[in-house]
């Protein structure tokens, strides 16, 4: 989340694209190097948490980051900060589906593949709450298919970044763009 792609840091990069897309609040969980990640999102409105358990299965994040949404929050958008594509018209897309529907759910498709960004609305909260393994609430999004809003987005913006080579490719995309 310390990388730098395009003068911003992962991590400050995510939060800025979710805040500049109108996500309120902007809840960014925190986990290996807590302080130093933290220290990037110095002047930029938004909230955090910190994962203790941050080697656990992903879904320990996703629990911490909606417990710490207030009660007055209808939906909650999941995205992560190393998926360096996703972006606010992506980000903005998904909110508009939202209001434009009653669905549970709007969820990214990336060809075959259901990814974050997803937007749940707070009836699915206490389902996300109970599900515990890896994944952005992947079983969540199975159990709803039928009820969910899909957008499609180009399968070559999923990509994240988990090693020093997904790095690369990525930020070697995204000079050529």
Known sequence: MLLELEGESLVRRAARRARDAGLSPVVVVLGHEFERVREQLGGLSCD??????FTGPTSGSLHLGLRRLGADADAAVIMLGDMVHVSEPMLTALVT?????????????????????????????GELLSWTG????????????????????????????DTPEDFQTAATLIARS
């Open 97 to 125: 589906a939202a209001r434009g529907s009653d669905a549970p759910l709007v969820v990214s498709r990336y060809g075959d593949v259901a990814a974050p960004p997803l937007l749940f609305r707070r009836p699915l909260f």
């Open 48 to 53: 955090h948490v910190v994962n203790p358990d």
């Open 134 to 161: 890896e994944g952005c609430g992947k079983p969540v999004v199975q159990i709803h298919r039928d009820e969910a809003v899909f957008l499609d987005w180009s399968p070559g913006l999923l990509c994240d970044v």
